[in-house]
């Protein structure tokens, strides 16, 4: 009874085979990665039972390594409006892309490329997003972040408009005296005390 197979290449004008599935493919159908796009490809499978592996299958090939390269697209409909932060809230932005190969990321504020050699920030791009996030976030980081994605078809780039928004180091500091009751008010409030005297008009 097979328990699986195992899956080879060789590129084409070499002799060198290597090993496709780390782990024992169990169907009839595997899909190859690590292809350098436009090269040619040989194959060969083993078949592995409980008394081992067998002989090599006939080579199949050259196979053209074709899968369609897709230039890199992002969607910027989540920051129409800007993002806003409070320091020294997280600065996180999360952009979905597309593209293939995995487009790679660039983040600008600026001129100055963002990169994680400063500690307080640290990139992630995956297949589906790349995240920029800075962290605590301070004032200056307030402005214009570009984001540069680029594969071997294409290169795109984007703007988001950030605000960072400080808080005030005593949110009740203001006091207004009221009769002899002390009234509370954050720093935001404008407070107008007007004096009026009542007339009654005589009959």
């Given at each position: 009874m097979i328990t699986g197979y195992i899956i080879e290449r060789?590129?084409?004008g070499t002799d060198k085979w290597l090993r496709c599935n780390a782990r024992l493919c169990h169907d009839l159908f595997y899909k190859v990665?690590?292809?350098k796009y436009g090269?040619?490809?040989n194959y060969r499978v083993f078949a592995e039972?409980?008394?081992g592996?067998?002989?090599p299958s006939n080579v199949i090939g050259p196979l053209l390594a074709d899968d369609p390269h897709v230039g890199p697209t992002f969607d910027l409909s989540g920051f129409k409006d800007g993002l806003e932060v409070i320091v020294p809230q997280a600065l996180t932005i999360r952009v979905p892309i597309t593209g293939y190969p995995t487009p790679i990321a660039k983040w600008t504020f600026g001129e100055k490329e963002l990169t994680t050699a400063d500690e307080r920030v640290s990139l992630m791009t995956k297949s589906t997003f790349t995240e920029l996030m800075?962290?605590?976030s301070v004032r200056p980081d307030k402005g214009i972040y570009t984001l540069?994605?680029?594969?071997?078809?294409?290169?795109v780039s984007g703007e988001i408009e950030v605000n960072v928004i400080g808080t005030p180091e005593n949110k009740f500091a203001d006091l207004v005296e009221s009769g002899s009751q002390a009234v509370s008010l954050p720093h935001c409030v404008s407070v107008f005390v007007c004096?009026?005297?009542?007339r009654s008009k005589g009959l």
């Open positions: 060789c590129e084409e990665s690590g292809l090269a040619k490809y039972n409980a008394a592996i067998s002989d800075i962290t605590p540069h994605l680029e594969n071997d078809v294409t290169s004096s009026c005297t009542q």
